[in-house]
């Protein structure tokens, strides 16, 4: 089968980047002749207050790729479509309403002649603007088929187009440092990790008043890039008397680092309000940490509360600085440590594969 995989890809970052190679790889190796269409330029500034490129790749770029799409040449979306008809199957990475309206010029290129499939990260974002839901279902209405994650996000694809859709869960496509390795380490550090994109649906000011609450000798490592909220998280920690506690490290993290990063730290901690499928519990077993999770998204099917990791409700602080409590007593670090195990994920890609390509 021809397939194109229209989303971000080296030099862009992060998990949606890294899952598009992945899954162009995961395709080739299965037979499929693949190419993927991806930017010159994706987004405005403003539109994403993050660092949006990289210099270094996470993981093996994919050879077929095209640059050829920016987010000011309207007729370039049109031509990028115009050349995959030839496609027995366009793939539309969505991770934003922001994309829509590009994907709809290349869905006017293509104009019926390939099947074409919206791949959802993200039905809806966690934090909306009035403009999300118009846009989605706009575009969810033009495809063939709608592929999404969860049975919750399959839900409300389903309030918005009446278009097939389907669920796969998503396998890992984590970034990849290269040779970088840190030898491991069975100390306790008495510090914890919040790690990613700092956003307020990820409830990094519910991990530190729960911070704040546990015991007052474990410490608390933020590295991460902050959309917003910096001076405001600081002025937390500092009402919080955390001064000493916490160490923030704004920033996008390199693959190159992140291995010293969690070999510092006891258990990564996702705090979440909301969440859908998340990379960051895989990351951490892959480092060999346990997570401390709220029962949101794909957490509690990742995390095996009491054996890898603790599992407490969204939104509560106290039931969070008591399962911070309960990791720190004697020797429950090094318990749960030695449940970790990295995921094989080979079983999971091949049954993503299968349903993404079947008719």
Request: proline residues 8%.
């Amino acid at each position: 089968m021809r397939i194109a995989i229209v989303g971000p890809a080296f030099p862009y970052k992060g998990g949606g980047a890294q899952h598009t190679t992945e899954l162009a790889h995961r395709l080739a190796a299965a037979g499929h002749t693949v190419r993927i269409e991806t930017w010159r330029a994706q987004y405005p500034g403003f539109l994403y207050p993050g660092r949006q490129t990289i210099e270094e790749p996470e993981g093996e770029p994919f050879p077929n790729t095209g640059r050829d799409l920016d987010w000011r040449r309207p007729d370039g979306w049109f031509r990028v479509g115009r050349a995959l008809r030839s496609a027995d199957l366009v793939v539309l990475s969505v991770l934003s309403p922001v994309q829509v309206p590009s994907y709809l010029g290349i869905l006017t290129g293509i104009g019926g002649r390939a099947r074409t499939v919206a791949l959802c990260h993200n039905v809806l974002p966690h934090e909306r603007k009035p403009y999300d839901v118009p846009l989605m279902r706009k575009l969810l209405g033009r495809v063939d088929t709608v592929l999404v994650h969860s049975g919750q996000q399959a839900d409300l694809a389903r309030d918005l187009t009446g278009r097939p859709v389907r669920t796969a869960e998503m396998p890992a496509h984590l970034p990849k440092a290269g040779n970088v390795s840190v030898a491991a380490d069975d100390t306790v550090h008495r510090r914890l990790l919040f790690f990613g994109i700092v956003r307020p649906y990820k409830g990094l000011d519910i991990l530190l008043r729960a911070l704040a609450k546990g015991p007052e000798d474990v410490s608390l490592t933020v590295a991460g890039e902050f959309w917003s909220g910096l001076d405001e998280t600081r002025a937390l920690i500092g009402k919080l008397g955390l001064n000493a506690r916490v160490d923030l490290r704004p920033g996008y993290v390199p693959a190159s680092e992140m291995p010293a990063l969690f070999a510092s730290a006891d258990a990564l901690v996702l705090p979440y309000r909301t969440a859908t499928a998340s990379q960051n519990v895989w990351i951490a077993h892959e480092h060999g940490l346990p997570v401390i999770a709220t029962t949101v998204g794909g957490f509690p099917d990742q995390v095996r509360d009491g054996v890898d990791g603790l599992l407490v409700g969204p939104e509560d602080v106290s039931s969070l600085a008591d399962a911070i409590r309960r990791f720190y007593a004697p020797g429950e670090p090094e318990r749960l440590r030695s449940h970790v195990r990295p995921v094989d994920h080979g079983p999971l890609w091949d049954a993503y594969v299968a349903e993404l390509t079947s008719s």
